[in-house]
C-alpha cells in the first residue's frame, strides 16, 4: 500500500543549466502532487532498477533470460491500446489553422480542463522527468524536449525510443528551443480526501486528452499509457508538434522510413518513404533484398526531420532512437532483420506469452504453440476464437540492434537524400512504380495518397480512405498550409529538389490476389528507380506519370510474367477518371487553403486521359 507524503516543493531536484526547465517541474510537482520528484539519468543503471521494481510490483513480466535476454512483457488495460485520435486536439489559437483534418479546441479553455484534471493527478506516485533530444545530439536538425510522466512504462520506453537523460539535458542550455511534454496516466493513487487505493498493472483513466499547443510548442497528454499517446517525443512532438515548427522554420517533419540501398556497382542512394500505418514501413526499412548485388541499409522506420544544407541539397535524419513495431504478422518469413533486431533487450506490449517464458504473436511463426497466455492473461490454445496477440501488439527496442543499421544512422546533420517515394494500400489504378512529372506533380502524388478499405470490392474508388503525404493524423496544422508548405520546400530546393516516386506493393488481380509478390522482391521496384536514375532506362510518358517499360523490370526468377505485368502497369482511363472526380470532392472539402497548383496538377492529369 502506498501513502500520500507529496514531495517537499523545496526539496525538489534542480538539475537545468535552463531556469524555465527547473521552474516548469516544480510548477508540474505543486500541480500534481506526486510523493517524489526524479531526474532521469538515462543510465543502464535506472534502466535495470525501475524494471525491477515493476516485475516486483507485477506492471511488467520479465521474460525467460535463456530465451530473451533482458526483455520484458507488459499488459495494457483492454481499453487502452492503441492511439485515441478521437482524443487528440491541436490547440492552436485560431480554429481555422487546425484545418479540417484535426480535432480543434482552444487553448485556453483546453488548459483549463486540463489544470482540472493534472490537479493531484500523480498522488501516491513518483514523477519522472525525462529530457530527451530527437535526432542526435548537438546536430543541426536535432531539437530537444522533457518529459514530465508518472508513468515508469514510459520511462523505460522513452529511453529505448530517443537519447534520452543527462546527455540530452545538457543540450538545452539557457537560451535553448525546447519542447514541454506533460503526461499523465490519471490514476492517482490516493484521492483529495487522503483514501488510498491499490494499483494497478496498467493504470490509465476512461477520461483520455491528447492535446497539442502548436504556438507555444507544447504537448499535455492525459489518461492513456499507450505508446502514441504517451511517448511524447514520436508522435506528438516528432510529427505534430514538429510539423509546425517546420513550417515556420524551413524544415520538414514527416512520416517517413529513411534507408539507404546500394546498388551492384557499389553506389549508395538515401531513400525516404512516408507509408500509411500499417503498410510496411517497418517491412521496407529492414528488407533483406532477394536480388543479389543490393544492399538495404536502415535508418529510421517512421519518422524523418528534412532541412537543407550548406550545399542546397536536402538533409535528413531519423530523430528516434529506436522502433516500436507492430508485432502481429513479423516473422522470419516477412521481416528477418526486425526478428534478429529483438532477440534481446527488447520491450514487449500485449503480445502472448509462452509456456516457457518468451513471446508470440500471429504471424511470427506458421503453426501456434498449443498453448499461451493470451495478451489478456487468461489461457490461449490454436482455435479458441480469439488472437492470442492484440493485433497492435508492440516490440519497443534501440534501433542499434538492428543487424542492417546503417553507419550513418548517428551521422549529426544527416544524409542528403536522392529519392522521395510515396506509397499507398492500393487494389486497383496505382502502378507498382512510376515518377513523379515534376516536384509540384510529386506534391499532388503525396496529396492524394490513401488506401481503398480492405473489405471493398473491385473498382471502389469512392471508398478511398485518404492519408495525404501518410500524415493525416499527424499534420499539427492545416492540411492545406501544410501542401503549400511541401510546395516551397521545391522551389526552395529547385534543381537540388530529391526525385518524387509513386509506388504500389498492393495491386490485385480480378480474383482478389496479390498481383506482386511484395517483401524482399520490392527491391526489383527500386533497381528501376535506381537505373532510371543512372539513365540506364527510360520512361513511358502516360496521364499519371512516367512508368516503366515493362521489360525494364527485373523479373529473373520470380513468377511474374508479361501478362501480369501488364495488370501491375495498367493505368485504366475509366478508373482513373472516377479517382480524379473523387479527388476534386476531397481537395474541396479541405477547403480553401488547398493550394491552386494541387487543382492545376489535377486538371493537367484529366487533360493527359482527355488527349489518349
Ligand atoms: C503508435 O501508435 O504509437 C504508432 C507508432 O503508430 P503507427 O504505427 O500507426 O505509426
Ligand atoms: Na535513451
Ligand atoms: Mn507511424
Redesign the pocket.
Known amino acids: 500500500m502506498t501513502s500520500h507524503s507529496p514531495v517537499v516543493i523545496d526539496d525538489i531536484p534542480q538539475l537545468s543549466a535552463n531556469e524555465k526547465v527547473n521552474a516548469w517541474v516544480v510548477k508540474v510537482a505543486q500541480l500534481t502532487q506526486p510523493n517524489e520528484v526524479v531526474w532521469c539519468d538515462g543510465s543502464q543503471e535506472e534502466f535495470d532498477r525501475i524494471a525491477t521494481e515493476m516485475v516486483e510490483a507485477g506492471t511488467l513480466i520479465k521474460l525467460n533470460p535463456e530465451l530473451r535476454p533482458n526483455s520484458f512483457l507488459a499488459r495494457s488495460d483492454a481499453s487502452d491500446v492503441?492511439?485515441v485520435e478521437s482524443r487528440t486536439f491541436i490547440c492552436s489559437k485560431e480554429f481555422e489553422d487546425a484545418g479540417p483534418t484535426n480535432n480543434w479546441r482552444n487553448p485556453d479553455v483546453m488548459r483549463a480542463e486540463l489544470n482540472t484534471l493534472f490537479a493531484g493527478s500523480m498522488r501516491g506516485r513518483t514523477m519522472y522527468v525525462v529530457p530527451f533530444a530527437m535526432g542526435p545530439l548537438g546536430g543541426k536538425i536535432t531539437q530537444y524536449g522533457v518529459e514530465i510522466t508518472d508513468s515508469p512504462y514510459v520511462v523505460l520506453s522513452m529511453a529505448l525510443m530517443t537519447r534520452s537523460g543527462s546527455e540530452a539535458l545538457k543540450y538545452i542550455e539557457p537560451e535553448s528551443q525546447w519542447v514541454k511534454a506533460l503526461h499523465s496516466v490519471g490514476y492517482p493513487l490516493v484521492d483529495a480526501e487522503g483514501n488510498e487505493r491499490e494499483d494497478v498493472a496498467w493504470p490509465c483513466n476512461d477520461t483520455k486528452y491528447i492535446t497539442h499547443f502548436p504556438e507555444a510548442r507544447e504537448i499535455i497528454s492525459y489518461g492513456s499509457g499507450y505508446?502514441?499517446n504517451a511517448l511524447l517525443g514520436?508522435?506528438c512532438f516528432a510529427l505534430r508538434i514538429a510539423s509546425a515548427m517546420a513550417h515556420d522554420e524551413g524544415w520538414m517533419a514527416e512520416h517517413m522510413l529513411l534507408i539507404q540501398v546500394t546498388n551492384p556497382q557499389g553506389k549508395k542512394y538515401t531513400i525516404t518513404g512516408a507509408f500509411p500505418?500499417a503498410t510496411g514501413k517497418t517491412n521496407l526499412a529492414m528488407m533483406r533484398p532477394k536480388v543479389d548485388g543490393w544492399k538495404v541499409e536502415t535508418i529510421g522506420d517512421?519518422i524523418v526531420w528534412m532541412r537543407p544544407g550548406d550545399d542546397g541539397r536536402l538533409y535528413a535524419i531519423n530523430p528516434e532512437y529506436g522502433f516500436?513495431g507492430?508485432a502481429p504478422g513479423t516473422g522470419y518469413s516477412t521481416n528477418p532483420v526486425a526478428m534478429d533486431t529483438i532477440k534481446k533487450n527488447t520491450i514487449f506490449t500485449n503480445v502472448a506469452l509462452t509456456d516457457d517464458g518468451d513471446v508470440w504473436w500471429e504471424g511470427m511463426t506458421d503453426t501456434a504453440p498449443s498453448h499461451l497466455i493470451d495478451w489478456q492473461g487468461n489461457d490461449w490454445t490454436p482455435g479458441c476464437g480469439s488472437p492470442a496477440a492484440h493485433p497492435n501488439g508492440r516490440f519497443t527496442v534501440t534501433a542499434d540492434q538492428c543487424p542492417t543499421i546503417s553507419p550513418d544512422w548517428e551521422a549529426a546533420d544527416g544524409v542528403p537524400v536522392d529519392v522521395i517515394l510515396f506509397g499507398g494500400r492500393r487494389r486497383t489504378n496505382v502502378p507498382l512504380v512510376f515518377r513523379s512529372k515534376s516536384w509540384e506533380h510529386g506534391c499532388f502524388l503525396g496529396a492524394t495518397l490513401g488506401s481503398e478499405q480492405t473489405a471493398a470490392a473491385e473498382g471502389p474508388v469512392g471508398v478511398l480512405r485518404r492519408d495525404p503525404f501518410a500524415m493525416q493524423p499527424f499534420a499539427g496544422y492545416h492540411m492545406g498550409d501544410y501542401w503549400n508548405h511541401w510546395l516551397t520546400m521545391g522551389r526552395k530546393l529547385g534543381k537540388k529538389a530529391p526525385a518524387i516516386f509513386q509506388v504500389n506493393w498492393f495491386r490485385r488481380d480480378k480474383d482478389g490476389s496479390f498481383l506482386w509478390p511484395g517483401f524482399g522482391e520490392n527491391i526489383r521496384a527500386i533497381e528501376w528507380i535506381i537505373d532510371l536514375l543512372e539513365g540506364e532506362v527510360e520512361p513511358v510518358g502516360t496521364p499519371i506519370g512516367l512508368l516503366p517499360k515493362t521489360e525494364d523490370i527485373n523479373v529473373d526468377g520470380i513468377d511474374v510474367d508479361e501478362a501480369t505485368l501488364k495488370k501491375i502497369f495498367a493505368v485504366p482511363a475509366e478508373g482513373w477518371e472516377k479517382e480524379l472526380d473523387v479527388t476534386e470532392d476531397y481537395f474541396n472539402s479541405i477547403g480553401d487553403r488547398v493550394p491552386n497548383a494541387m487543382y492545376s496538377q489535377l486538371a493537367a492529369v484529366r487533360e493527359g486521359f482527355a488527349k489518349l
Open positions: 492503441a492511439r505508446g502514441g514520436k508522435k500505418s517512421d516500436f507492430v
